[in-house]
């Protein structure tokens, strides 16, 4: 079973994600993709006409979209089966929240913690169309 394929996004915290992404933007060319993130694109190797992209973001120091985890960054996972995945973790002895995945116009998600403590976003992209 394919468990992660990809890293669909990086997130992290800022004190002023607005002025941070116009720094960026500004010396290092990263585009703004909306909302204040910057949305890379590519194509998927195995199927190369279908377009996928990575998610970076900075995010406000007052978020708590990162949490339970201690940590000021959030890194997205792209899975190819959300549900398989998430059995198979719980088999291995993974706290794996009780809560469904969170349905969207971006895919399904769903969250876990590392032993260190991270807060892990897993993303199963939704089919291409």
């Known amino acids: ?3 992660v394929t990809g890293i669909g996004g990086i997130f992290f915290k800022a004190q002023d994600p607005k002025k941070l992404q116009a720094w ?6 990263l585009p703004e993709g909306g909302v204040g993130s ?3 694109k590519w194509q998927e190797l195995d199927d190369p006409k279908n377009e996928a992209y990575t998610v970076w973001a900075p995010f406000p ?6 949490e339970p985890g201690n940590a ?3 890194i997205n996972y792209r899975v ?8 198979q973790l719980r088999a291995e002895g993974i706290d794996v929240p009780a809560e469904r995945p969170e349905d969207s116009e971006y ?5 876990v913690t590392d032993p260190e403590g991270n807060r892990i976003e897993l993303w199963e992209p ?3 169309t």
Do not use: I
């Not at 960026?24 to 060319?29: R, V």
């Not at 190819?80 to 059995?87: E, P, S, T």
């Open 1 to 3: 079973m394919k468990r």
């Open 24 to 29: 960026y933007q500004e010396h290092l060319g």
């Open 38 to 40: 910057v949305m890379f």
């Open 61 to 66: 120091d007052s978020t708590k979209y990162f």
């Open 72 to 74: 000021t960054f959030m």
């Open 80 to 87: 190819a089966d959300l549900d398989a995945l998430l059995a």
């Open 107 to 111: 895919g399904r998600f769903a969250w």
């Open 126 to 128: 939704p089919p291409a």
